[in-house]
């Protein structure tokens, strides 16, 4: 019997067929297909011929390939019985329901092995959510389990997967397929600075803003795995799944983490969109969603360890001064935390630097006007402290393991462990008027283990349950855990170490190939950066932060009268204007001129936008080149307005219109040919307001 299913969500029909009873392959996947397309016919057509050096039949590559039909490339699942002899399941269809998703169930009746495969559409945000789920009839080992596997466009040639470092996250790499397999694998314990779990497949000609596009976003913290494979008939496959090897035990059920796929064709933006959208409204619970976002100070880079009462408050009272409205005590106030060497794991407040607890300073910040933020890094412990006095057996992994920032990893799979942090952390949450955490995560485990993440989870949902107005910032030495299965417990991420704006303002720009505004921290560093060592000026390093969820991260005693003012005066700009950009969609534009990183903040409405213009290298030609915006209505008419006019320098001798007056110009200009900016320095930004007339 064949089967064939299909999913629309206004942008993209996905299909699925399949014959004899067999898994579906995906035998289409792209733009919307007329409502009256005849499946069959179309899986018919999905065939493909046969000639010399081929099987007589071409084995499926369905949504988990099965070795045991003799697919030549990578399975889509790989398991062993408990003595270790390998289980080859043959599945065919057992099921279907459609009550919200598409759930396909398949059984195997040699090993007794279920497979369940669900697909969900979501007409708004445009993203597909898939997973992949197998139950045993008794304990089996698993070494890899592929979400639903997706086959990726022919007219492609290259792909464009995600790396990284501390304080140098979000590189992008462009990679030509080539036979054989390109394979992407986090072993850390965590999502990574090193392999972020994203993938955007551009077809032949796609740019920012024009083309087909195919993205993959796998929404899990624990270590994932990424496969992109072409097979010598020359069909290609992407499989997504956790890190080999990662679930230890013998389970009746295993499950991978969900799958986030979507369309475009209008070039990454398309897809961008659709994950910024997906993750701001489907993915995350806000704990106030009505409330704007706050503009944080976080004082980790001007006091570090050394908390002392009076200069945290005067600290706090220059903020908010300057515009702050969420105050976050970092490190250092808790156990005898006087360095890195010492107390994780103690969470009760030092009586030795806060004799009367915590209450005086949040009281000065709540005078303020402000709101109040605590750091805990709770999956850390170091051995100089008194929880690993207690329960050394609570250390993930042997005890002679490599450490890391002079601290070992909590055994988060432990009921005893994580009660003992709840109970820690929830006695600080009632105790003290607290409404954020910072929850940082400052080493690689010493092993990839799944456990470690469902038990973090496991944490935070109880915290959430609990406190549900507090809201929670992910940090992994700045952007080493950011991903969806993190971000449905938390409501933004600390996108980087790094305060260097020129860094940042790179490490932005990517990022928004998934991440939205409202998320993404990004504070003005210190005007000698701690991270990099360059000094940059202050209007440059306050408008890479107002691009997204704006703070401040440097010691505002060092603030010169005019960096303070510049800083009230964008700050200010900020909350002027996150009514709009707060859900705005980032845009990344295709600037004509390489040293120049631009996006376009758009209204959901379309009825405004701003762009940002960052130069971030000096340009090989003396004068600056149109720069294209995207996705106006090329009949409307738009005012445009450099909105930063006054940092003009001196050098920009020109006349160009923009300088001296707001421009009545229509979409189709600026979207062909683009806007003429003055010219600057590098290490400056231009800031272009519009709106429709």
């Keep these: 019997m064949n089967q064939a299913y299909r999913l629309d969500d206004g942008r993209q029909t996905l299909v699925l067929a399949a014959h ?3 898994l579906p392959q995906v035998v289409y996947w792209g733009a919307p297909l007329p409502k009256a397309e005849n499946l069959d016919a179309l899986n018919a057509a999905h065939a493909i011929d046969l000639t010399g050096g081929m099987l007589d039949e071409n084995p499926d590559l369905s949504i988990c390939p099965e070795a045991s039909r003799s697919f030549p490339g990578q399975p889509g699942l790989i398991l062993r019985d408990t003595d270790g002899t390998p289980l080859w399941p043959k599945f065919s269809f057992d099921s279907v329901s459609e009550n919200g998703a598409l759930c396909l169930h398949y059984k195997d009746a040699d090993t007794g092995l279920r497979l369940t495969i669900s697909f969900s559409s979501d007409a708004q945000t445009q993203v597909i959510a898939c997973q992949t789920t197998l139950d045993a009839a008794r304990p089996i080992h698993l070494d890899w389990l592929a979400a639903p596997v997706m086959p990726a466009p022919q007219l492609s040639d290259e792909m464009i997967d995600v790396s990284g470092r501390w304080c140098g996250e979000f590189q992008l790499n462009r990679t030509p397929w080539t036979p054989g397999i390109h394979t992407r694998e986090s072993r850390t314990g965590r999502s990574g600075h090193e392999h972020f779990p994203g993938l955007y497949i551009p077809c032949r000609g796609a740019t920012n803003t024009q083309g087909e596009t195919y993205a993959f976003h796998y929404g899990w913290s624990g270590g994932h795995r990424m496969l992109a494979e072409e097979l010598p008939d020359g069909r290609r496959q992407i499989q997504w799944g956790h890190a080999t090897g990662i679930e230890t035990a013998p389970a009746q059920q295993f499950r991978t983490a969900p799958l986030y796929i979507t369309y475009s064709e209008s070039g990454l933006n398309g897809c961008a969109v659709a994950f910024q959208r997906h993750l701001r409204d489907r993915i995350i619970t806000w704990p106030k969603p009505d409330a704007p976002r706050p503009v944080h100070y976080n004082c980790w880079e001007a006091v570090y360890f050394d908390h002392k009462l009076p200069v945290l408050q005067d600290i706090a009272t220059r903020a ?119 929850w940082d995560h400052n080493r690689v485990l010493p092993m990839p283990d799944a456990a470690q993440a469902h038990g973090t989870y496991a944490l935070l949902d109880r915290l959430r349950a609990d406190f549900p107005l507090v809201e929670i910032e992910t940090c992994a030495s700045g952007g080493g855990r950011i991903d969806f299965g993190i971000l449905q417990r938390t409501q933004r991420v600390w996108l980087s170490d790094s305060n260097d704006a020129r860094e940042r303002l790179r490490i932005q720009h990517d990022a928004a190939l998934f991440l939205p505004l409202s998320v993404t921290g990004s504070h003005v560093g210190p005007r000698h950066c701690h991270t990099s060592g360059r000094t940059l000026d202050i209007t440059f390093r306050a408008w890479v932060a107002a691009q997204r969820h704006m703070g401040f991260e440097m010691d505002p005693r060092e603030l010169t009268e005019h960096e303070a003012a510049v800083l009230r005066h964008v700050t200010s700009w900020w909350k002027a204007n996150r009514h709009w950009t707060q859900t705005a969609d980032i845009l990344r534009l295709d600037s004509a001129d390489p040293a120049v990183i631009a996006e376009q903040q758009m209204a959901r409405d379309g009825s405004r936008f701003v762009v940002f213009a960052g130069k971030a290298a000096n340009s090989t030609q003396i004068a600056p080149r149109p720069l294209r915006l995207t996705a106006l209505d090329p009949d409307a008419i738009y005012r445009i307005y450099l909105a930063n006019r006054d940092e003009l320098h001196h050098l920009s001798r020109g006349d160009p219109a923009l300088k001296s007056d707001a421009l009545h110009l229509s979409g189709a200009y600026l979207m062909r040919h683009g806007m003429n900016l003055p010219w600057s320095f590098p290490d400056r930004m231009w800031v272009v307001e519009g709106c429709r007339l």
């Design 20 to 22: 004899n009873d067999r």
């Design 320 to 438: 908010a001064d300057l515009g702050a409205e969420r105050f976050v005590l970092d490190d250092g106030w808790f156990g005898r935390r006087d360095d890195d060497t010492t107390s994780l794991g103690d969470w009760v407040i030092d009586a030795r630097k806060y004799p009367n607890g915590l209450t005086p300073l949040i009281d000065h910040v709540h005078g303020l006007g402000m709101t109040f933020g605590i750091w805990f890094e709770p999956e850390m412990i170091n051995e100089a402290s008194d929880t690993y006095r207690a329960h050394p057996d609570w250390v993930l992994g042997p005890a002679d393991q490599v450490r890391g920032r002079q601290q070992l990893v909590l055994n988060m799979a432990l009921p005893a462990a994580r009660d003992y942090l709840y109970d820690r952390i929830a006695a600080v949450l009632r105790d003290n008027a607290v409404d954020y955490i910072k």
